[in-house]
Nanobody, 116 residues
Framework: VQLQASGGGLVQAGESLRLSCVASGNVLSLQAIGWYRQAPGKQRELVAD???????NYLDSVKGRFTISRDNAKNTVYLQMNSLKPEDTGVYYCHGATSVVGREYWGQGTLVTVSS
């Protein structure tokens, strides 16, 4: 599986961005796909994901501001980020999880910078 992320950029606080992650290869092997982020000096954390049944999961600090969605026809997952805050700054990584322990996939990161 290959994951291609895009959509990062520099915005001001309160503005919006939409990230996209296009999956290719054996996408049917993915049980869930989502986004992690890593801020400077911090550990990578799960921001949001959606599983094959459509169930979504969000980091508490982004609930109500971020929305994850998927377009199965395009093998694409989106992360709509509204009301961005400086603390949302970081490198965002697309991630694909499978049912096999230790088998996971990462896309390249896309940088999101939110200025105050």
């Amino acid at each position: 599986v290959q994951l291609q992320a895009s959509g990062g950029g520099l915005v001001q606080a309160g503005e919006s961005l939409r990230l996209s992650c296009v999956a290719s290869g054996n996408v049917l092997s993915l049980q869930a796909i989502g986004w992690y982020r890593q801020a400077p000096g911090k550990q990578r954390e799960l921001v949001a994901d959606v599983n094959s049944g459509g169930y979504t999961n969000y980091l508490d600090s982004v609930k109500g501001r971020f929305t994850i969605s998927r377009d199965n026809a395009k093998n694409t997952v989106y992360l709509q980020m509204n009301s961005l805050k400086p603390e949302d700054t970081g490198v965002y990584y697309c991630h694909g999880a499978t049912s096999v322990v230790g088998r996971e996939y990462w896309g390249q990161g896309t940088l999101v910078t939110v200025s105050s």
